[in-house]
């Protein structure tokens, strides 16, 4: 799946969505990706979470380790793709852990899968929540939405990559110009 095929599924799915909104980074855009409308298509769900985990194949993963709520489906559908486990990380007291019995054995080799990536904040704070011994060999998102730019000290593979405009609040034009901003992530507080 190549990068024209991944925005035409954001597309169809009317999940590209302009004006002014705060990120879960707390950086605000003109520009947000709801990857959830496309996630809720089981069939596209699927594709894009076989193209992510052929892009991954060769870290050799045995568990695939998603921030929830904007990772969890594509985790998930990337844990199927590579035949491994898919669990997920959540908030507790604002901080990222491990619950529902989920643990991770020494001998783990753990792919961070994400929805969008803007920053790496969230995939870095997923990777923190990694302990006894496992260790983080990659990570994957369906949209790099930096241009390229997002580093996580691992190896990120993407299936498209945006240069789509991010500015702290300080000197956000849309701030100045007074248009209203929306928070439409899962992430509440940022």
Do not use: N, W
């Not at 507790?92 to 019995?101: P, S």
């Not at 001998?107 to 983080?136: H, L, P, Y």
């Amino acid at each position: 799946m190549d990068q024209s095929s991944v925005l035409s599924l954001f597309r169809q799915s009317g999940a590209l969505f302009e004006g002014h909104f705060r990120l879960s980074s707390g950086l605000h855009s003109g520009g947000y990706m709801q990857s959830a409308l496309v996630l809720q298509h089981p069939d596209r769900a699927s594709a894009l979470g076989r193209a992510l985990a052929e892009r991954l194949a060769s870290h050799g993963s045995t568990v695939v380790l998603s921030p929830a709520l904007g990772g969890l489906i594509i985790g998930h559908e990337v844990g199927r793709a590579l035949g491994v486990r898919a669990i997920f990380a959540e908030r507790l007291d604002g901080v990222l852990t491990l619950r529902r019995g989920f643990t991770l054995a020494p001998t783990d080799r753990v792919a961070i899968i994400e929805d969008v990536v803007t920053t790496g904040k969230s995939t870095m704070e997923t990777m923190a929540v990694v302990s006894d011994g496992a260790t983080v060999v990659c990570a994957g998102a369906i949209v790099d939405r930096s241009g390229g730019a997002a580093s996580v000290g691992v190896p990120l593979h993407t299936l498209a990559t945006l240069a789509i405009a991010t500015y702290t609040p300080d000197v956000c034009p849309l701030c100045a110009a007074g248009q209203p901003v929306v928070k439409p992530g899962s992430r509440v507080g940022s």
